[in-house]
C-alpha cells in the first residue's frame, strides 16, 4: 500500500472530482514493495530477450518445470503488524484525496475463496469497515456484490485472486452507480447551499 501512497503524492488526482481506492485482500497486509527482484526473477526482466525461444525457456518453460519437479515456498504469513501499517496507509490514502479537493471511494475486492469462506477475513474487512465509517469514506463491498450473483460469483474471477471479463463489468457498473449517487448528493448540497432568489449569500 505504501506505494500507492508514494505514487499518489507525486503524480497527484490528474484533476479527478472522485479516485477510486482498490483495495484487494491481500492489501489489507501488503507492505511496500522494492525493485530488489527486478533483473533477478525471471517474471521481473530489466532487458528484452535477445530471441523469443530464449524468453519461452526461461521466464516460462523453466520456472514452470522448476515448480513441477520442486514444489514452492509458501509466502510469509502475513502479520498483525503488517495489517495495522496497511490500514494508517489507506487511512493517509483517503487524507491525501481530500486534500487535494476529490472524494474518496473504497471499493473492496475479495479473493475468490472468500466466497464460500468469508469468515477467512471477516475481522480485517471489518477493520476496513470501520476506517471507512470513520473517515466518512464511501465503501464498495464486492463481496457481498459477488456472492449475490447465481453462482455466488464464482464465474467473475480468472483465477483465485482477479476478476475476469464478467467480474470487472460487475465492478465497473457497481462502482457507476455508486459515483453517480455520490454525484446526486452533492448537487443537493449545493441547491441546499444556494441562496434563495435575490438574496445575497
Known amino acids: 500500500m505504501e ?16 479516485v477510486v481506492l482498490q483495495i484487494g485482500t491481500h492489501d ?6 522494492t525493485g530488489d527482484k527486478v533483473g533477478r526473477d525471471v517474471s521481473l526482466p530489466d532487458h528484452k530477450p535477445l530471441l523469443a525461444w530464449q524468453e519461452l525457456v526461461e521466464r516460462y518453460a523453466g520456472p514452470r518445470l ?19 501499517a ?10 491525501v484525496v481530500r486534500s487535494r479537493s476529490a472524494k474518496p471511494l473504497i471499493l473492496f475486492t475479495p479473493d475468490r475463496e472468500e ?19 470513520r473517515e466518512r469514506a464511501p465503501l464498495v463491498d464486492m463481496l457481498e456484490v459477488f456472492r449475490r450473483e447465481p453462482d455466488r460469483g464464482h464465474g467473475a474471477f480468472r483465477d483465485d485472486v482477479h476478476p475476469n471479463e464478467r467480474g470487472n463489468l460487475l465492478m465497473a457498473r457497481t462502482v457507476a452507480q455508486e459515483i453517480l449517487r455520490l454525484a446526486e448528493q452533492a448537487s443537493g448540497t449545493a441547491k441546499e447551499d444556494d441562496p434563495a432568489p435575490g438574496r445575497s449569500p
Open 3 to 18: 506505494n500507492e501512497l508514494a505514487w499518489l503524492k507525486k503524480r497527484g488526482l490528474f484533476s479527478s472530482d472522485v
Open 28 to 33: 489489507l497486509a501488503q507492505r511496500k514493495s
Open 66 to 84: 522448476a515448480n513441477w519437479l520442486e514444489s514452492p515456498r509458501p509466502a510469509p504469513a502475513p502479520t498483525e503488524e503488517d495489517h495495522r
Open 86 to 95: 496497511c490500514m494508517q496507509v489507506i487511512g493517509e490514502m483517503i487524507e
Open 115 to 133: 466466497l464460500d469462506r468469508p469468515n477467512r477475513s471477516e475481522r480485517w474487512r471489518g477493520d476496513l469497515t470501520e476506517l471507512a465509517h
